[in-house]
C-alpha cells in the first residue's frame, strides 16, 4: 500500500483514478479546486462515485464514506500554503497531478488561466515533491505538445517544440520543469501524453458530451474541418489501467529506462487507432438511434488535422495494451449519458 496524492480528483481523469487506486488498497488524498469551468454538478457527481458527499470546505479533510483511509481536500494547487501544508503532514508516497486548466479553444480567450495553474500550480507541486522526498511524481502532459507535427503516428523521440496553442506549450513547459527537477534533485518523474480520452462522467466541453447533447435535443452539431479530422479516441479505463502501470513503476526502479542520467520519462498514453471524426459520429448516431443534423464549419484556431499515438514503448516496457473497441466505449458513454446518472441529463 502507498500514500497517493491525486490532484485534480474530481475531474474526468482523476475520479476514476482515485476510484481504481483506493479499491486495490493505497491510501487516497484527493485535492481538486471544484472550479467553474465548466458545470460543477459533473464534479460532485464524480466525487459522489469515490463516496464523499458535500458541502466540501476549503482546506478540509473530508473522509471517503467507504475507504476511511481515503480523504479528499478542496484546494487548489496554486495555493502554495496550503500544498507545503498537506505535503508536510502527509509526506506522499507517490503523486499524480491531473490538476491543470484544461481546454485548447478555452485557452485562446482565457490565456491567463493556463499560466496561473499549469505553470505556478505545477511549480508548486514540484517544490513540494522536491522538499518532501516524494518517490515518485506522475503529471499530465498532453497530445497537444505534438502540435505542427505531421509525422505519424506521433513518437515520444518526436521534436515537439511547435504548439499551435497555448494549452499545448504550458503542457510541454510541464516536462521541461519536471525534467530540470528530475535532473537537480533526482526526483523520479514520469510525464503521460493523453490523447483524446473519452467515456461516462467525461467533460462537456469534449466532443463525445457536444455531440450527444446536440443530437438528442434535436440540434446541429458542429463539425469542424468539414469533418476531414481524425483523433486518437482512448476510452476512460485504458488511460487509468494505463496510469495505475506508470504509477507503480518509477524510473529510478529502473535505470535502464532512463533517459541518461535524469530519472524522468515521457509516455504516449492512447489507443493507437486513429477514428475519422465522421466515424466517430456516425457511433454516437447509432448510438444513440439518431441521426445529426450537421453544421459543417472551417478549422479552428488552435485544432491539428490528427492525433495518432505510438504507445510502443508504453506496451513494451510496462505491458500497456489498451483494449476498449470504440465500438463497445461509445455504447458504455451512451448508457451512461442517457441514465438518471448523468447529472446534466
Excluded at 474530481?10 to 487506486?21: D, H, Q, T, Y
Excluded at 493505497?26 to 464534479?43: A, F, H
Excluded at 475507504?67 to 506522499?92: A, H, Y
Aim: aromatic letters at 12%.
Amino acid at each position: 500500500m502507498m500514500k497517493i496524492l491525486v490532484t485534480g480528483a474530481a475531474g474526468f481523469i482523476g475520479s476514476n483514478l482515485f476510484g481504481r487506486l483506493a479499491s486495490r488498497g493505497d491510501e487516497v488524498v484527493g485535492l481538486d479546486n471544484i472550479n467553474d469551468y465548466y458545470d460543477t454538478r459533473l464534479k460532485f457527481g464524480r466525487l459522489a462515485l469515490n463516496w464523499f458527499e458535500g458541502p466540501f470546505q476549503d482546506r478540509c479533510l473530508k473522509n471517503s464514506m467507504t475507504w476511511p483511509s481515503c480523504r479528499f481536500i478542496k484546494g487548489d494547487i496554486c495555493d502554495k500554503s496550503l500544498v507545503d501544508e498537506l505535503f508536510g503532514k502527509e509526506q506522499f508516497d507517490v503523486v499524480v497531478n491531473l490538476a491543470a486548466q484544461a481546454g485548447v479553444r478555452y485557452s485562446i480567450t482565457n490565456p491567463y488561466a493556463y499560466l496561473h495553474s499549469n505553470l505556478e500550480g505545477f511549480l508548486n507541486i514540484l517544490e513540494a515533491c522536491r522538499n518532501n522526498s516524494v518517490k515518485h511524481l506522475v503529471f499530465a502532459s498532453s497530445s497537444s505538445v505534438y502540435g505542427l507535427n505531421t509525422k505519424v503516428p506521433f513518437s515520444e523521440e518526436d521534436k515537439a517544440d511547435s504548439p499551435v496553442s497555448l494549452y499545448g506549450a504550458t503542457k510541454k513547459s510541464n516536462e521541461l520543469m519536471a525534467h530540470s527537477y528530475s535532473k537537480l534533485y533526482g526526483i523520479p518523474s514520469t510525464g503521460l501524453r493523453f490523447f483524446t480520452v473519452y467515456g461516462p462522467w467525461g467533460r462537456p466541453d469534449m466532443s463525445p458530451m457536444l455531440f450527444a447533447t446536440a443530437i438528442s435535443k434535436g440540434e446541429p452539431i458542429k463539425v469542424f474541418n468539414g469533418g476531414d479530422m481524425i483523433r486518437d479516441f482512448t476510452y476512460v479505463d485504458d488511460i487509468v489501467e494505463g496510469t495505475v502501470r506508470v504509477i507503480d513503476n518509477p524510473p529510478a526502479c529502473h535505470p535502464e529506462r532512463s533517459e541518461g542520467s535524469v530519472p524522468f520519462r515521457v509516455y504516449n498514453i492512447g489507443c493507437s487507432h486513429p477514428v475519422k471524426l465522421m466515424d466517430f459520429i456516425s457511433e454516437i448516431e447509432s448510438a444513440l438511434g439518431v441521426e445529426a443534423v450537421k453544421e459543417y464549419l472551417p478549422m479552428q484556431p488552435g485544432d491539428v488535422y490528427q492525433t495518432y499515438a505510438d504507445c510502443s514503448k508504453l506496451e513494451k516496457e510496462l505491458g500497456y495494451h489498451p483494449s476498449t473497441t470504440l465500438h463497445d466505449g461509445i455504447g458504455k458513454f451512451i448508457e451512461w449519458f442517457k441514465s438518471e446518472k448523468n447529472p446534466l441529463r
